[in-house]
């Protein structure tokens, strides 16, 4: 009988499925020296290369392939007996996993505190991602809940609109346009833009504005951060299409104006999605029933 640790077989499995030994660190959060010898020792242990490393690049042997279907299989049945067990506990105790787009930052957390004071027992992890990673995640099963500007279209899923999320155009302080009223589309669309990264769904909204309306987007920069970008903006890089939420924290902030472009705030709603057809645990629904009725906390614009 193979001694293969449940660890080593978690390691593989974010390796196989992430095809890098940095990536899966970062999502076991754990050092990629760590990745490599628990990668090491399962290769000792199975008797067999599992994988392949040409440039940086992870491919999977045969009885990698073999390994990898196995561990998914398992870890989705090892998933629903946790399930099970802590459903069995009632919603005193158990895990819940959230992954959430990175605007999210501004005003999910505010929710877990209150949340993890009503219910002790409960422990949250909450991982912040792109939209694209974030649909990496849900195509793997790996969490309870997700959160997100746009439910997917291509995967089966039952989403829930709690939150209005209105986009803006950001300009520096004394733009010539910061000022003005009714400015119409035309008028920013010659504008340099600061855009997040590509699989941002931010991005994607700006980029179908600009379509839509027919004008090419001028890109002056790319960042993968909100915080970067409302401190170019207000540089006088360029202007931005932000989320409302990223000026939660700074409502303060004197050196950004926003806009009154006509077509904005492009109206849209952060989203609680689920996989069509997920068994959602009783920690999960307490979790959701806890943020419908408690979503005023996190609204500074006024709830659905
Ligand atoms: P993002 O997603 O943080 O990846 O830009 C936000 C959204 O989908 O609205």
Known sequence: MMRVTMRQLQVFEAV???????????EIHVAQPTVSKQMR?????????????????????????ELYSTCSAWLDS??????????????KQGRLSIAAVTTTKYFMPRILGPFCSHYPGIDIA?????????????SHNQDDLYVMGVPPED????????????????????HRLATKKHIRFSEIAGEQFILREHGSGTRLAIEKAFRERGFPLRVKMELGSNEAIKQAVAGGLGLSVLSMSTLNLDIAQRDIAVLDVEGFPIMRSWYLV???DKQLSVVARAFMDFLRNHVDMLNPYGSR
């Open 16 to 26: 196989a499925r992430l095809r890098s030994y940095s990536r899966a660190a970062e």
């Open 41 to 65: 020792l399962l290769h000792e242990e199975i008797g067999l290369p599992l994988i392949e490393l040409i440039g940086k690049k992870v491919f999977l042997t045969q009885a990698g392939e």
């Open 78 to 91: 090892w998933g629903r007996f946790e399930q099970t067990i802590s459903d069995l506990k009632g919603v």
């Open 126 to 138: 909450l991982e912040v991602v792109n939209r694209d990673r974030l649909l990496e995640r849900m």
């Open 155 to 174: 995967m089966p899923c039952q989403s829930e609109p709690f939150l209005d999320n209105p986009l803006v155009v950001l300009a520096p302080q004394f």
């Open 274 to 276: 689920t996989p069509k």
